[in-house]
């Protein structure tokens, strides 16, 4: 951004320049491998199915890697080898043998952060300083959190007779967060005394794979974690084994009542995380500038590839002219582009496909007349990249306010009372988030509670901690991840 100053007399003015210096990470400290096989009882193999696919660093278009596809007879190799390790070894460890492996996990990743965070990067599209300072360090801290559990599970749930494993956790993933997912769906597995089989997302598998050679590092016995790498297929013939006890997704509401069908009536127990269509709700006496830094956040974190995103803002109509310019304003200050860089704040989109639905939902928007801005910057030439997004003038019925669309799009409605913004906040078939601005308690406490939303942040938003349970209603899924909730939901108490 340039800037002119007034010339002293007799002088040019002198130009400012504001932005920032390039300031790429090095990536020469991450080895990616030319070929990867799949981790099965502790080895890597090759599959059986003689099957590869390219994963790409979707900011640049290259190669990465190529990746093994798991056919069938790689998943049930892989469900076999975690049932092996889960008679043979994994229920006879000690809860106080558990958390070792555990904390060791956990340390490595601290250990390892730089190289986990560019190949997160590199691999996924976010910026490097999101990966660096939220994707990783949350990851090592589920590790840690359920590291202190896995002793403690006869105090975990008081009134629970003797908390049992499961057994084989059949475990798939989605691209958003990608080492993230894993540590969420791996660590209370493993604390509470599961084996696992996990599946990462087709297009970022690479950070799961070198967390596969973090878990040998740690020398966790053979079988206690497999991965399975590959497509939807895989993932189908994962959850449908027959020798898997429990299964926990994380996606799309589309996959997951597909997953649910699946195993109606199989008695393997269930839980599924699913999209979101979030309301990020501004009331007239809220801190503005704070409320727009957490609209910011809310939406642009991730490129928007987040199921909790504040993809729906609701401001008090009295505040909304002067919400919206200021919000314009910081979104002018937003810097697109390599996701390596530093400075970057909104790196690219995850695929070409996301970006394919990501232009396909604005066009509606803007058929269906409502307003769009995007403030100027110049995109890379090659790669996949969408401009911070935000609609104004937008009705309830739209499909940019009802549909996930999973990009840095920002949809603004308004409303005029409270008792109108719980009722347009609630009016979705999803219910995962939702965000409160104000400044006053009590209002946060009545809207907290009226809000149908499995987490409500108040004067923040996108807040994430292991102690804290994260999940959904309706459409956004059942069962909690994190704090307590989600160590029971590997458990038998009954
Ligand atoms: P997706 O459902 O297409 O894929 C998710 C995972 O499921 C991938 O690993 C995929 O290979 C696998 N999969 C696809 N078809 C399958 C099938 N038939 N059986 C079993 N597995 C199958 O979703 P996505 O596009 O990867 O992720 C985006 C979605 O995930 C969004 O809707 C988002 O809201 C949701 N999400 C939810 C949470 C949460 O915690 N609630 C977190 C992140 C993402």
Redesign the pocket.
């Given at each position: 951004m340039a800037d002119e100053i007034t010339a002293a007399p007799g002088r040019a003015p002198a130009r400012l320049d504001w932005s920032y210096a390039p300031a790429p990470e090095a990536t020469d400290h991450v080895k990616v491998r030319e070929s990867y096989g799949l981790l099965i009882g502790g080895k890597w193999v090759a599959p059986l199915s003689g099957s590869h696919f390219k994963t790409i660093n979707p900011a640049t278009e290259e190669v990465l890697a190529s990746v093994a596809e798991a056919g069938e007879e790689d998943v049930d190799a892989a469900v076999k080898a975690a049932r092996a390790a889960y008679t043979k070894t994994w229920s006879k460890t000690s809860g106080a043998e558990r958390a070792k492996y555990l904390y060791r996990i956990a340390r490595v990743l601290q250990e390892r952060a730089r190289e986990f965070a560019v190949l997160e990067t590199m691999n996924g599209g976010k910026p490097i300083k999101e990966s660096r300072d939220v994707d990783v360090p949350l990851a090592a801290a589920h590790f840690f959190y359920h590291a202190g559990w896995a002793d403690k599970l006869d105090y975990a749930f008081p009134g629970a007779p003797g908390p049992r494993p499961l057994g084989v956790a059949a475990q798939?993933?989605?691209?958003?967060?990608p080492l993230l997912?894993a540590a969420w769906k791996l660590a209370p597995a493993l604390a509470a005394g599961n084996t696992v089989v996990l599946?990462?997302?087709?297009t970022t598998p690479l950070t799961a794979l070198l967390l596969g050679e973090v878990l040998q590092q740690a020398e966790l016995p053979p079988g206690v974690v497999n991965i399975v790498t590959g497509?939807?297929q895989t993932?189908?013939a994962l959850?449908a084994h027959p020798g898997v006890d429990k299964v926990a997704f994380?996606?799309?509401?589309e996959?997951g009542k597909?997953?649910q069908r699946t195993l109606a009536g199989s008695g393997k127990r269930l839980t599924l995380?699913?999209?979101?269509k979030a309301a990020n709700i501004v009331l007239d006496d809220a801190p503005v500038d704070q409320a727009v830094e957490g609209i910011i956040n809310g939406i642009y974190f991730n490129q928007g590839h987040v199921?909790c995103a504040g993809s729906r803002l609701l401001v008090q109509e009295s505040i909304a002219e002067l919400l919206v310019g200021k919000l314009k304003r910081r979104m002018a200050t937003l810097r697109v582009g390599d996701p390596l860089d530093k400075n970057t704040d909104v790196g690219a989109i995850n695929s070409r496909a996301q970006l394919d639905r990501i232009e396909e939902l604005v066009a509606s928007g803007e058929a269906d007349g409502a307003e769009v801005y995007q403030p100027p910057c110049d995109l890379p030439e090659r790669g996949f990249w969408f401009r911070p997004t935000v609609f104004t003038g937008v009705a309830q019925s739209y499909r940019i306010a009802q549909e996930?669309i999973?990009g840095p799009v920002l949809s603004v409605l308004t409303f005029r009372t409270p008792d109108e913004a719980v009722e347009k906040a609630n009016n979705t078939p999803y219910g995962?988030s939702a965000g409160v601005w104000t400044d006053k308690g009590s209002r946060i406490l009545d809207l907290a509670g009226r809000l149908r939303a499995g987490v409500v942040w108040a004067n923040t938003f996108n807040r994430f901690d292991p102690t804290s349970p994260?999940g959904?209603y309706k459409e956004?899924?059942f069962g909690r991840e994190g704090g307590r909730h989600g160590l029971a939901a590997y458990l038998d108490l009954t």
């Open positions: 798939v993933i989605p691209w958003n967060f997912m599946k990462p997302a087709e497509a939807g993932g189908a959850v994380t996606g799309s509401t996959v597909a997953i995380e699913l999209g979101g199921c996930e999973f995962l994260f959904g956004s899924g």
